[in-house]
């Protein structure tokens, strides 16, 4: 394979000091194990909005993780932060996802944003005063975003858009969405704001969708009917129409290197109660772990958890060094997805009977880890990435 390229307009991001990043990930670590664990299966399943947990995220700056310093952010390096949604995501994924779309969001913004709307939003997004949405997926185009129908048309000083988005995680809580329409020049993307909780004649929320797991936040379809934006929310001003795809492709880069972190942190669970439980539970007169079939298990899962964070790390490097990662990145999110699904089941089957049960948190966890194989693009199109890059690398 030919080496990685660096690429004008990806910047180099500046290491985060390793003392602070130790000390931010102990202090989030410390916080998930002593006030999320022990409340979490319990929101999940009231399938209620964790508002207390969101404000302490908000206090320890999360929301802020990947805003530059100079907007008042802590202005993270990707390795730090995805470590830090694997610590979130080892409590309960939920949270990770609250943290997600904002942070692609963030990201779209700081590299594509115009001066002005850097200034209007990073500052706020990152004490979480403002919480973003990330909207590209229509009823009709999931995995081909490219096909997507919804439409902005100019109209003075104003888009008028019309269309249906589905699957909008913050969709409602949401200050701001970035949304991606179909404009004369082609997809463009927009950040506009809303009042969270509102909605009006032009912009609804026309179904909350009922999930397997990923619960407690919103995922909701949103209906605009005639509802106007102002020009100036064109992602990157005017020269950007019809430039939206890439910018929102470029941002998905660094979701799929979240989600492979947040994979990593569901695998680690569930190994983590595997673990325990096959020290706790006897049968034939020993515990379950001195089995051979059980350690076996036990060692499959461990060296799936250790695999995904090698991969989820290059990438994660490689994203700092402003290099071009799609591929590292896909290969990431399809190996830590797949290994999460495959923790969480060996860890399932280990737990006995009990897995069934709502008492131990591992039915939690194999309902949240299949959403990993499908959010941020399958684990079939991130073959698809990874299968182009290949060849385009390919050198005869
Ligand atoms: C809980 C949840 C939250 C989400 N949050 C957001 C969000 O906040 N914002 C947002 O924009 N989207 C969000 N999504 C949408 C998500 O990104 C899409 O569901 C995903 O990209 C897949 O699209 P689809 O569901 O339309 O599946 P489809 O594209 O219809 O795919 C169906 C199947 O066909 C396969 N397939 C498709 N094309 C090919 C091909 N060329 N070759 C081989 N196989 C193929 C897929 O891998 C899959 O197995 C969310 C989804 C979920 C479930």
């Known amino acids: 394979m030919a080496s990685n390229d660096v690429v004008p307009g990806l910047t180099p991001v500046a290491p985060t000091d390793p003392e602070v990043a130790e000390q931010i990930i102990g202090t989030i670590r410390d916080w998930v194990r002593k006030e999320v664990i ?21 206090a320890f700056g999360l929301f802020g993780a990947k805003v530059p310093e100079e907007y008042g952010g802590l202005g993270l390096d990707t390795v ?4 830090l949604m694997e610590e979130l995501a080892y409590g309960w994924m939920s949270l990770a996802g609250v943290l ?36 590209l997926s229509e009823p009709d185009a999931g995995s081909d975003a490219a096909s997507l129908r919804c439409k ?13 988005k589905m699957w909008v995680t913050n969709g409602e809580r949401a200050a701001l969405v970035a949304l991606a329409a179909r404009t004369p020049e082609g997809i463009t993307c927009f950040i506009y704001e809303k009042t969270p909780n509102e909605f009006s004649e032009s912009l609804q929320v026309s179904r909350t969708i009922e999930k397997l797991g990923y619960k407690g936040l ?14 100036s929310t064109v992602l990157g001003g005017p020269q950007n129409l019809g430039r939206g795809l890439n ?19 569901v695998g680690r669970a569930a190994y983590d109660a595997a673990m325990k439980y096959a020290f706790e539970r006897e049968t034939f007169g020993k515990p379950i772990n001195q089995h051979q079939a059980i350690q076996f298990k036990l060692a499959d899962m461990a060296t799936q958890v250790e695999a995904a964070r090698l991969l ?22 399809l190996f830590a997805s797949e290994a999460g699904r495959f923790c969480v089941e060996e860890s399932f089957r280990i737990h006995g009977g009990y897995g069934y049960s709502k008492e131990y948190e591992i039915e939690r966890l194999y309902r949240d880890a299949p959403l990993l194989l499908i959010g941020e693009g399958t684990s079939e199109i991130q073959r698809m990435v990874i299968g182009k890059k290949l060849l385009q690398r390919h050198k005869i």
């Open 38 to 58: 022990p409340v979490a299966s319990e929101y999940e399943h009231a399938d209620e909005f964790p508002t207390p947990l969101v404000e302490q995220m908000k």
């Open 80 to 83: 730090t932060y995805t470590r």
């Open 100 to 135: 997600n779309t904002h942070t692609i969001v963030v990201t779209l913004l700081s590299r594509n944003g115009t001066e002005e709307q850097k200034k209007e939003h990073l500052p706020r997004m990152a004490t979480g005063e403002v919480r973003a949405a990330f909207s």
């Open 152 to 164: 902005a048309t100019p109209d003075g000083d104003e888009y008028v858009i019309n269309g249906t």
């Open 218 to 231: 919103e995922t909701v379809e949103m209906a605009y009917n005639d509802h106007r934006i102002p020009a």
């Open 247 to 265: 910018a929102i492709l470029g941002g998905l880069e660094l979701g799929r290197v979240n989600i492979a972190a947040r994979a990593q942190g």
């Open 312 to 333: 989820t790390l290059r990438a994660a490097r490689l994203k700092d060094a402003g290099e071009r990662s799609d591929m590292e990145a896909g290969m990431a999110k």
